[in-house]
Nanobody, 131 residues
Framework: QLQLVESGGGLVQPGGSLRLSCAAS?????????VAWFRQAPGKEREAISC????????EHADSVKGRFSISRDNAKNTVYLQMNSLKPEDTAVYYC???????????????????????WGQGTQVTVSS
């Protein structure tokens, strides 16, 4: 059972930066998993914003964060990072990481709703962008 723990959230001023981490555990290597970052603001639907394939070779970002956010992974540390720059008040939300994977092949992801199902979710970390 893959377990995911997010960290790095907090309060930041507009224009500032944060780096979120998604640490994975509870699996036996080799286990290949793609990771997507989602966010949900109060009163809004959850949206996928960034994702990275199990190899790290493919990444995707939603238009709302393209050019400001980047995603990377360190498979030696079983951790995926979301670097968020030029933060705006509308980025305020609870951020979740989610994963899909298995023991064979490369696993991909997408920010388009409904294309993939994610089997494992973290508990979320709050990001607040405010002056």
């Amino acid at each position: 059972q893959l377990q995911l723990v997010e960290s790095g959230g907090g309060l930041v001023q507009p224009g500032g930066s944060l780096r979120l981490s998604c640490a994975a555990s509870g699996f036996t290597s080799p286990y290949n998993y793609a990771v997507a970052w989602f966010r949900q603001a109060p009163g809004k639907e959850r949206e996928a914003i960034s994702c990275i394939s199990s190899s790290g070779g493919t990444t995707e970002h939603a238009d709302s964060v393209k050019g400001r956010f980047s995603i990377s992974r360190d498979n030696a540390k079983n951790t995926v990072y979301l670097q968020m720059n030029s933060l705006k008040p509308e980025d305020t939300a609870v951020y979740y990481c989610a994963a899909r994977g298995g023991y064979r092949g490369t696993y991909y992801c997408a920010v388009r709703p409904g294309l993939y199902t994610y089997d494992f979710w973290g508990q979320g970390t709050q990001v607040t962008v405010s002056s």
